[in-house]
């Protein structure tokens, strides 16, 4: 026991980390946070401030003149901001359940050591991850061959799957679900569905969470899908709208000399730089009080599905 005892106190004695080099981690992880948090501070700063405060001062952590007319300049677009805004919702919700029950399902696939083609279409995955077809061929083929240029699919499927996350949920479920509990399932006469859907899925979350977060930031965060496909106003989604009426802003003010004179001072007057900001804020803020609630699940099935390939 006193050896025992010796041999344990001796290796904590090398795990324990020193005072010096402990205030050192602290240091090194404030310096992270704010990193992270004071650009996001400084574009809140922008946003509530003055466009006559940002011309004469530039930015500042704190508005050195306090303004809402950025955030008024949004609300007055109001019917198109809400209808874009339920497009958004729709096309993250569902491009997200999409994108989750095809990439868990092609990952579980894979998984399993007697799948006869496993080998081909591992390799037919992992491919794209180093080579593309290039954004002309993806075009093509979504636009043309499919049809999906001005309808609400064009902003769903193109980004529902990609090789990256299969091979998270790939990994996941090798490493975690055991070979036997699959094997004594179909002994009771389950079949592959119902193992799917009854018990990989429910003992899966963390993967499961960590690829619908990875999907909504997708979804919730792209306008390019509507600049290629989407001619409809009716179809865009918060950002193409907002990314919209930002490049509608900065022509009016290029071209405010050739204008009338009170068109000319309207234009003068309208928010840029904080409406810029403003536009930033609302994107991003459905994405930051949604994280805290998936951080958990997040980690832990990101660097389970990273043990090993």
Known sequence: MSTQSSYDSGLEKFNRVGKGTNI?????????????????????????SS?????????QLLPSAFSAESYNYIVKQGSMIIRALGVSVFVTVVGT???VLLTTSMGYAL?????????LLTWMVFIPMVFNGGLVSSYYINSTMLGLSNTIWALILPLAVSSFNVIICKTFFKTTIPDGLIESAEIDGAGQFRI?????????LPVLATIGLFLCFSYWNDWFQSMLYIDDQSLYSLQALLNSLMSNVDALAKNASTMGTSYAELVAT???????????IIIVLPVALAYPFFQKYFISGLTVGAVKG
Request: aromatic share 10%; proline share 6%.
């Open 270 to 280: 309208m928010p840029k730089e904080s409406a810029r900001m403003a536009v930033a």
């Open 97 to 99: 359940l999409i994108g």
């Open 111 to 119: 998984s399993r050591p007697q799948f006869k083609l496993k080998g």
């Open 196 to 204: 799917f859907f009854t018990i990989v899925l429910p003992i899966s």
């Open 51 to 59: 466009e006559a405060s940002i011309r004469e001062t530039g930015y």
């Open 24 to 48: 050192l981690f602290h240091l090194i992880f404030i310096i992270l946070a704010l990193l992270c948090v004071v650009p996001i501070v400084v574009v809140l700063s922008i946003s509530l």
